[in-house]
Structures are given as structure tokens and as C-alpha cells.
């Protein structure tokens, strides 16, 4: 039955993890979709500052050489593999959390403690993304085992401020 619809579709026995195999293998994921986000923020921060003056030639010739100078070695597409699967999870973890707390009669107003949770995860994915990459031949995985000691300088840390704080 669902070949019969695939082919109805104009699939032809093709899946979406089908067709996302193939846009891998073309490379869109690795290169077409950061070189899109790097050049649109490029561009769009120095058309909103207006820093090299409303000129729209300069300011896209600038984000497209930007955009290709970025993707000229591995080193953001590897970055962007990383990251945004974190980045996902962490999402999730944060709308799990917003339900909690909604049910929990927090309702969303609390900006702190969406400020917190939000660090956390934030912390999180961006240590378990650069645990992920290789740098000059080795792995950044001692950031993961140093762990314990980021947490305890970030406690204290905390600490101060909220100790400069309600002085």
C-alpha cells in the first residue's frame, strides 16, 4: 500500500530518509545550510548597524566572501554537525522543562528560572559539542572530565555575584 502511494506521489519507492541521504551526500547539510546561515548573519548585522554605511552591494559582497571563506576548510561544518544535534536535544529538555513547571503552577513567569535552565542547557550543548571536535589531532574530551571543576568554579562564581549582589 505505501508503494502504491509513493508512487502516486511521484516518489517512486523513495523515502524522506531517502531524499535526506541524497541532500547529504550533495552536500547541503555540510555546506549549502551553513554557508546560508553564516552569509544571512553576516548580512544582516551589518545592514542593521549600518557600520560600512546602506550601501546593499558591499554589505552582500562582504557576507558572501565571509560565508565562503568560512566553509573553506571543515572546520564549520564539523562545528554545525555538532552543535545543532545538542542543540535539539537541549530544546527538548527545555520544553520538557516548560511543561513541568507549567504544571507545577510556575506558569511562565518566573524569568529566572528560565534564565537558569536556559545556561544550563546552554552549558551543556555547547561542552558536549566541543568534546566532539577534533582539534590540532586530538579531542577536546578533557573538557568532559574537567567537568566537575568548571561546575564548582562556576558555583562559585555564582556565588560571588549573589553575595556582591544583595550586599
Sequence with gaps: MAIVFYQYA????????????TWADMGVFAYALPFLMIFA???????KTKILGENTG????????FGLLALQF??????YASIFPYAGMGLAVLLIAMIFLGLSGGGGTENKIWLGIGVVIGLIILISSV????????????LVS???????IGIIVGLMFWVMKSS
Excluded at 58 to 65: D, E, H, P, W, Y
Excluded at 74 to 79: E, L, N, T
Excluded at 146 to 152: I, Q, S, T, V
Design 74 to 79: 571543515d572546520y564549520v561544518s564539523g562545528f
Design 10 to 21: 511521484g516518489f517512486y519507492g523513495y523515502s524522506i530518509g531517502d531524499v535526506l541521504n
Design 41 to 47: 548573519l553576516v548580512y544582516g548585522i551589518l545592514t
Design 58 to 65: 558591499v554589505n552582500s559582497t562582504i557576507a558572501l566572501a
Design 131 to 142: 568534546s566532539d571536535m577534533f582539534w590540532l589531532g586530538g579531542t577536546a574530551s578533557g
Design 146 to 152: 574537567a567537568m566537575p571543576a568548571l561546575l564548582a
